[in-house]
């Protein structure tokens, strides 16, 4: 029978979308085929849905997600009953059902309803449903002891009308009142109880959707400008001296058309980011010259200016009415939606609570959750020695609202915060160092000038060298400021690793520093290693880079039954290539005897297993492979392009492996999800006490490819 969970409140104003978005990121790790369902819903797009479909990569029919309008069912209730409105609402409940492991019910807003007895028809429905419940409780603007009597008695309402109660969720508390109302629910109700502050940002409106709601024109702005959450409103009618003190990071600026003068401040203000402004509003259907739209336009690239035809005060009034909402449009709001959830209910308890069925596949989306989850257990600071580069920096906009690690940004701080403005990009909890005016130079060019002294590196070029953003990055590591660093958006291989060669070398009882890729197919994750470092490894260093990868595989939860991969399978072939093969594997079995270990055998009696059941019929390995060593860097690399191209498999990596600190590499094609995703393992990898205790060991690894 497929499970169900029913979320849902006691009265509108909750804020249960960040709930709502929370438990499905609960469901998505555990299980492969979620489905959604929404009982009653009103007229207009449902946003929420949208942004669970592109997010979670749903492909449920919309139409099976809706039981029936608000207006149909109040029609039927008054009509016929409420047991016949309930019995329509199962059937299709049970229609959809019954093609996923796992349905999340999105319960009634309490808005603009006319059905009597809401909450009793939301309890009904969970228990006809069979699904348990997690019940919201909104508590902005109210005190402590009002917010703990509302849980109380909304734990106590769906209880007494059968419902199994998992968890209550009291959500958009005033901030400084957080702890206080956690210590008065503690132990009174018999389920757990979470309480999340309230978040301005989730409820602040972003500039397209004020621009949509008052009818606006564009004038100027691009899509991460029109993206931007307007946090305040300031409006400008004073002179530009008083006007730009008045001024407040993420203000949304009002001001009448015809003040071009405020216009140019503000924008030049936020060029200089004291402060960045979400944007510009003009009243009265008035627009500035082309001459000061382009120059506003030079000053800050993407910042949008809006036009709208009404007064000053009509617009203010609609203003302060908009709230933010989530949406597929958002992306950011629901990260910072996930960071909140994530932050203050403790997950593993709760998807304990709801017992999700597990599929028995990872599939790429739980690989990811199962990141992210992973590095934000033992928290890291991770170096980002490309601070400047827009990819990173909405990488780092992702990982920092989610809580993912500490992290340091590397460049010219003036650049770094101009860059993030323009691109809305909060980066308060991060650290910026500029290696070149940074204080840490010259103890770092010391530092370095000790190491390759047999090298000929005298302080004098060392203090030269040591600027560079990867050398800097990589000391910063070595020295334990950092815990691991994550380059090569926009820097080669070569130029991202050689400093870890020189700087934090290998681990003790390595010879070789190796890498793999996760290759995350539509069911399971492959290890692919070395597609990245070691253009042709000998028997023994290719036997070092299969226990690495083992181990690697192992940390991610990917259990290691390693393939050592040939043109040939088993004793079928003969030749130099072959025979290397067949050594390397032979010395796996010695070194590491717990293994299982197949080799060599050809890539699709590795992973085919009709194919495993006529070649090797009788192995524990062949056609069940999850670790995949290959010969070569030719072939190596060529197969995880390949793989990832013609089967849209999602590469992660390349992942280094034998380096006593985490250094990891990024293709300079990535995406922003793939420097999200390395930048977790990097943290993850930080967690082993060995990334942090080990002592230098010179290294023998070969010069790096560019991958």
Known sequence: MTRSLYVTGTDRGDGRQVVELGVMELLTRQVDRVGVFRPLVHDGPDRLFELLRARYRLTQDAASVYGMDQHEAATLQAERGTDELVSRLVERFHAMAGAYEMVLVLGTDFADSQLPDE?????????????????????????????????????????????????????????????????????????????????????????????????????????????????????????????????????LVVTPGDRADL????????????????????????????????????????????????????????????????????????????????????????????????????????????????????????????????????????????????????????????????????????????????????????????LRAHKGVTVELAYDVVVDVNYFGTLLVESGLADGMVSGSVHSTAATIRPAFEIIKTLPGTDIVSSVFFMCLADKVLVYGDCAVNPDPGAEQLADIAVQSAGTARRFAVEPRIAMLSYSTGASGTGADVDKVRAATELVRERAGDLLIEGPIQYDAAVEPSVAATKLPDSEVAGRASVLIFPDLNTGNNTYKAVQRSAGAIAVGPVLQGLRKPVNDLSRGALVQDIVNTVAITAIQAQTPQARTSQPQTPHAQTPADA
């Open 119 to 251: 909450l009793a028809l939301n309890a009904r429905l969970a228990n006809e449903f069979g699904a348990s419940v997690v019940t919201v409780v909104g508590g902005r603007g109210q005190s402590a002891e009002s917010v703990e009597a509302e849980a109380r008695n909304a734990h106590r309402a769906y209880a007494g009308l059968g419902c199994e109660v998992l968890a209550t969720v009291v959500n958009r508390v005033e901030p400084a009142l957080r702890d206080e109302i956690e210590r008065l629910l503690a132990g009174h109700l018999p389920v757990p109880c979470y309480v999340l502050p309230d978040d301005p940002s989730l409820a602040a409106p972003t500039v397209r959707q004020i621009a949509h709601a008052l009818g606006g024109t564009v004038l100027l702005g691009d899509d991460a400008g029109l993206s931007r959450d307007a946090l305040d409103f300031v409006f400008g009618g004073a002179m530009l001296p008083n006007f730009l003190s008045a001024l407040t990071p993420g203000c």
């Open 263 to 450: 216009v140019v401040g503000a924008f030049a203000a936020h060029s200089a980011g004291t402060p960045a402004i979400s944007g510009v509003l003009l009243t009265l259907g008035e627009r500035p010259s082309e001459e000061i739209l382009r120059l506003a336009e030079r000053l800050a690239p993407g910042t949008a200016v809006i036009s709208v035809p009404g007064l000053s005060f009509p617009t203010a009034n609609e203003l302060f009415a908009l709230e933010g909402k989530l949406s597929a449009a958002t992306p950011r709001k629901a990260e910072t939606a996930l960071g909140l959830f994530e932050r203050y209910v403790d997950t593993s308890a709760l998807l304990g609570r709801i017992s999700a069925p597990s599929s028995g596949r990872l599939t790429p989306m739980m690989f990811e959750h199962q990141l992210l989850e992973q590095a934000r257990a033992t928290r890291r600071r991770v170096v980002l020695p490309e601070g400047t580069e827009e990819r990173v920096l909405r990488a780092a906009d992702v990982l920092l609202r989610r809580r993912v690690c500490a992290l340091t940004l590397l460049g010219p701080e003036e650049q770094i915060r101009k860059k993030a403005a323009d691109l809305g990009v909060d980066l308060a909890d991060a650290e910026l160092v500029d290696p070149a005016t940074s204080p840490l130079r010259e103890r770092f060019a010391e530092q370095y000038a000790e």
